[in-house]
């Protein structure tokens, strides 16, 4: 960091901070009178991103193709599990064999959904279905969840009345000592929630330690599965490879450490191609992947083959798909730049904040000082700029701290990224000096 | 029925039946030789079907439109309940106001399993969960299953552990005295599965009468639904007015009568353009709708919005939809036709069976003498031709008399499926000949 002629706000005087907060107040006024209104709150692609996929749509026209490689018809009923072309294409992704893979509808969302609810009706590999067991036993199913994390899987856990344990996220993954602890002595825990790489929201990615330490758990629960979405799998901002994350296979370390059926992974190709529009799927050893479809069966004839043909056709082999990822990096990068930049500027050296520095993935996570999240992403919204609710990285959205925010650079135009930064900048500063200030009170 | 030079099997005597037998079997043995491989199984069009809505994957292509009417891009995140051009789809062709529609992803029975998934995890409009209820009652669920009916109903309520009663079918619909008594006294009844037009496997469809008289039902059970697949709304197979079966507005009906809650009314255009990658959706009361989008919310950030506008845009207005049903009609009417004239031809006036002559809708419903649907369903496999399994089109896939076949003339071509009938009568007629011999004995 650049020497900066600034003075950490914990050494400033109640006298130079009421100063401070004046002149902050003085300055949101002036931003509150640009009428901003931006969205920060979503990982959601800007509308550049998605003109990059509109060559997509002609993959499969009026003129064909609409068989896939094997002959199938992907316009009638039929095949459960995907094309092959389909298959390949998170095979390649993924790193796993295509006979390990299912290829969902347009959501993976619904697909981790769907897991969760078939374990609780059904049980997993002939295990007794979660609902019974939590009756027999008089105790919740529990679920581990590494936060600050992602508010859509907490969500699906706390909508199915699973009882939600919260797990720090370290540098190098989840505090894999208690995960250990808890899943190795705990039936009643069924599962982890997991983004391996560039995870949401931390935009860090696991160590190959914490990989191999999830092979090598001792789960208490025979039933219990490790829900590794692996949604940011291909997502680098860099094309460099140094500048790459790469996270270790789970797939094949848990089937190296003997635990082959440990693992559900989940990816989809919305943040490839089209969010509303993508394919999902699912990767998992064989005797999952033969549950899972045994009870797909009851579920459905078969999800679109024709989108799936058409995302197959358009992100092609590998080199294909790596060389469209940059073409999303380079609309996204500048944008995580000018972020970050702004949070240097603003804020180096003032000892109010810390966040991190992605390599790719969807957003930067942000620590406050402690109880002034939700302040800063309130004033925020009184200046025309929606953040993430603060709380909604951890589970019941309760953040202990009430500090982290999560910053999702990635919707609005790099304009509109760069002023929303600045006036982020400008609301913690002002909440965390009359945080300051109200405790010298 | 033309006067023929046939006598009723049941006339014959003993020497004639095994004569009879003798030359049926050398027939048989003939079309074994032809060493066929049709496939009468299942309810999917054929590939002159398919390519009639070719030109819908070139209403969204790389030149756009990806804008749904309200502005919203389709190709992003968001949209739970589908755009408003999908939602007039089907209001249009359910005759119910947009607002009370969802649209989802490709597959009704898809949602008509998450119906059922949430009504079991999570009840029905704040009611407490079918899962606790059973358990506390110490009493199964119950679903009513008018049969013969669709075995993909039947096979979701048998995965939930649903106890499924048996509804005898009339020329009218289900019974209803059997009906109003069960779900008017029962509180574990929870469903009944319809297909009101056209009705899988019968074709036929529900008088008026038994319409209102499912809209003034008082059910025991606050959660209990009418489950109304009305897949084939659309499906007629002749053009004229007066060769078309209509079927009240179930939602207007049970409004009218007081009870705006009762159904879940399930379509989809499967059948309309692609059974591999159309749209589904289902229409219900306000508050029905406002329920399960409280819920749906937890499953996906929304459905695949392009393929909705895909299917919006080509489907268009409803006179448009009944030109384009009208294709489908000139392609399937002569192999139903086809099917009718060779059991006319080949089985009438022998008494050993009848069949249903549908105006719509994807199957012609057969009845055999008792005991003999698995034989002569067997029978035609020997010889190349896949039924659908006998029992199939019951509960459990018991066919208490073992009498019903449903079979599916649109898949093969028409010549295939002239020639699967003329097998098909042969083997029924061997069959019967066989089993009254054997009844002589």
């Given at each position: 960091?650049?020497?900066?002629?600034?003075?950490?706000?914990?050494?400033?005087?109640?006298?130079?901070?009421?100063?401070?907060?004046?002149?902050l107040?003085t300055?949101?006024?002036?931003?509150?009178?640009?009428?901003?209104?931006?969205?920060?709150?979503?990982?959601?692609?800007?509308k550049?991103?998605?003109?990059?996929?509109?060559?997509?749509?002609d993959?499969v026209?009026?003129?064909?193709?609409?068989?896939?490689?094997?002959?199938?018809?992907?316009?009638?009923?039929?095949?459960?599990?995907?094309?092959?072309?389909?298959?390949?294409l998170?095979?390649?992704?993924?790193?796993?064999?295509?006979?390990?893979?299912?290829?969902?509808?347009?959501?993976?969302?619904?697909?981790?959904?769907?897991t969760?609810?078939?374990?609780?009706?059904?049980?997993?590999m002939?295990?007794?279905?979660?609902?019974?067991q939590?009756?027999?036993?008089?105790?919740?199913?529990?679920?581990?969840?590494?936060?600050?994390?992602?508010?859509?899987?907490?969500?699906?856990t706390?909508?199915?009345?699973?009882?939600?344990?919260?797990?720090?996220?370290?540098?190098?993954?989840?505090?894999?000592?208690?995960?250990?602890?808890?899943?190795?002595?705990?039936?009643?825990?069924?599962?982890?929630?997991?983004?391996?790489?560039?995870?949401?929201?931390?935009?860090?990615?696991?160590?190959?330690?914490?990989?191999?330490?999830?092979?090598?758990l001792r789960?208490?629960?025979?039933?219990?599965?490790?829900?590794?979405?692996?949604?940011?799998?291909?997502?680098?901002?860099?094309?460099?490879?140094d500048?790459?994350?790469s996270?270790?296979?789970?797939?094949?370390?848990c089937?190296?450490a003997?635990?082959?059926?440990?693992?559900?992974?989940?990816?989809?190709?919305?943040?490839?191609?089209?969010?509303?529009?993508?394919?999902?799927?699912?990767?998992?050893?064989?005797?999952?992947?033969?549950?899972?479809?045994?009870?797909?069966?009851y579920?459905?004839?078969?999800?679109?083959?024709?989108?799936?043909?058409?995302?197959?056709?358009?992100?092609?082999?590998?080199?294909?798909?790596?060389?469209?990822?940059?073409?999303?990096?380079?609309?996204?990068?500048?944008?995580?730049?000018?972020v970050?930049?702004?949070l240097?500027?603003?804020?180096?050296?003032?000892?109010i904040?810390?966040?991190?520095?992605?390599?790719?993935?969807?957003?930067?996570?942000?620590?406050?000082?402690?109880?002034?999240?939700?302040?800063?992403?309130?004033?925020?919204?009184?200046?025309?700029?929606?953040?993430?609710?603060?709380?909604?990285?951890?589970?019941?959205?309760?953040?202990?701290?009430?500090?982290?925010?999560?910053?999702?650079?990635?919707?609005?135009?790099?304009?509109?990224?760069t002023?929303?930064?600045?006036?982020?900048?400008?609301?913690?500063?002002?909440?965390?000096?009359?945080?300051?200030?109200?405790?010298?009170?």
């Amino acid at each position: 960091m650049m020497e900066k002629n600034v003075k950490p706000y914990g050494q400033l005087s109640a006298a130079e901070l009421s100063a401070l907060c004046g002149g902050l107040q003085t300055e949101f006024e002036g931003w509150k009178g640009k009428a901003l209104k931006l969205d920060m709150s979503r990982g959601k692609p800007g509308k550049g991103q998605l003109d990059l996929s509109m060559g997509m749509l002609d993959t499969v026209g009026s003129g064909g193709p609409v068989a896939s490689e094997d002959g199938t018809d992907t316009r009638n009923y039929g095949v459960l599990d995907g094309i092959p072309e389909a298959k390949g294409l998170f095979a390649g992704m993924l790193g796993v064999p295509e006979a390990q893979v299912i290829v969902f509808g347009s959501s993976s969302l619904n697909v981790m959904y769907d897991t969760v609810a078939r374990s609780f009706t059904h049980g997993v590999m002939g295990a007794e279905p979660w609902y019974l067991q939590a009756a027999r036993t008089k105790d919740p199913i529990k679920f581990l969840c590494p936060a600050p994390g992602y508010d859509r899987h907490f969500a699906i856990t706390e909508h199915f009345g699973i009882g939600m344990v919260n797990i720090p996220m370290t540098d190098e993954g989840p505090d894999m000592d208690m995960v250990e602890r808890l899943v190795n002595s705990d039936e009643g825990v069924k599962g982890i929630w997991c983004v391996p790489k560039y995870s949401n929201p931390l935009g860090t990615s696991y160590s190959d330690e914490t990989v191999r330490r999830f092979a090598a758990l001792r789960p208490a629960a025979k039933d219990f599965r490790i829900y590794w979405d692996n949604a940011y799998c291909v997502h680098h901002l860099y094309p460099e490879a140094d500048r790459q994350d790469s996270v270790l296979d789970i797939i094949e370390a848990c089937a190296k450490a003997g635990n082959p059926d440990l693992v559900y992974e989940f990816a989809s190709t919305s943040k490839l191609t089209f969010p509303g529009a993508g394919v999902a799927a699912m990767a998992a050893s064989p005797a999952n992947i033969a549950d899972v479809k045994n009870h797909m069966k009851y579920q459905t004839i078969g999800n679109d083959k024709v989108n799936q043909l058409r995302q197959a056709k358009f992100l092609g082999d590998p080199e294909n798909l790596a060389a469209h990822m940059q073409k999303h990096a380079a609309i996204i990068r500048p944008k995580f730049e000018a972020v970050l930049d702004a949070l240097e500027t603003q804020l180096g050296g003032l000892g109010i904040a810390r966040w991190t520095k992605p390599r790719g993935g969807y957003f930067i996570s942000f620590e406050g000082l402690p109880g002034t999240a939700k302040a800063i992403v309130a004033r925020c919204k009184e200046a025309g700029v929606v953040m993430t609710g603060a709380g909604a990285t951890y589970p019941y959205g309760k953040d202990p701290d009430d500090s982290n925010i999560r910053i999702a650079p990635t919707f609005p135009s790099l304009g509109e990224i760069t002023q929303a930064a600045q006036l982020f900048a400008l609301c913690v500063k002002l909440v965390s000096a009359e945080k300051l200030l109200g405790e010298r009170g």
